[in-house]
């Protein structure tokens, strides 16, 4: 996912520049497209009755801006245990049942690939050895966010 520079420091694998470029300019439509389907969605019903679209939406473009920054190692798994360990204990308070924010996170993830995937950003031999990293990036930000809410939740 990364490589060294001649200054010894990590840089973002072209691919990765283009996912965080793909979230930067698309993250109102994907958050949007996950707006409308988890309202939709049998397994989200309490998402689907949640009253403040506004703050819905809010929590999701958070959620593509978390990823593009963990993409570009802007965001670290400190970071993550935080923000989601918190999250968790606050959809307790609010009634959220965990199945369905293990659903609402499992969609984000389903809406941000379909982006790439429609988007053609994976048509080389070379794009495809780094799409496996980015894979395994994106793939780890998921399961620590999912890990980290769950815990939050447990305490909450």
Known sequence: MVYDDPTGRFSATPVARRIMDLIEKHADELTKSWLAEVHRDATTPTYGRF???????????????????????????DDIQKYWTSI???????GFPLSEIVQSLGLIRKHFWTKVETEGFLDTGADMYQAMDLHNRVTLFFDRAIYFAVVGY???
């Open 154 to 156: 447990e305490k909450g």
């Open 88 to 94: 968790g204990e606050q959809r307790r308070r609010e």
């Open 51 to 77: 009253e403040d679209d506004a703050e819905l939406y809010r929590r999701a473009f958070r959620v593509f801006g978390q990823l593009g920054r963990w993409i570009n190692r802007d965001f670290s798994k």
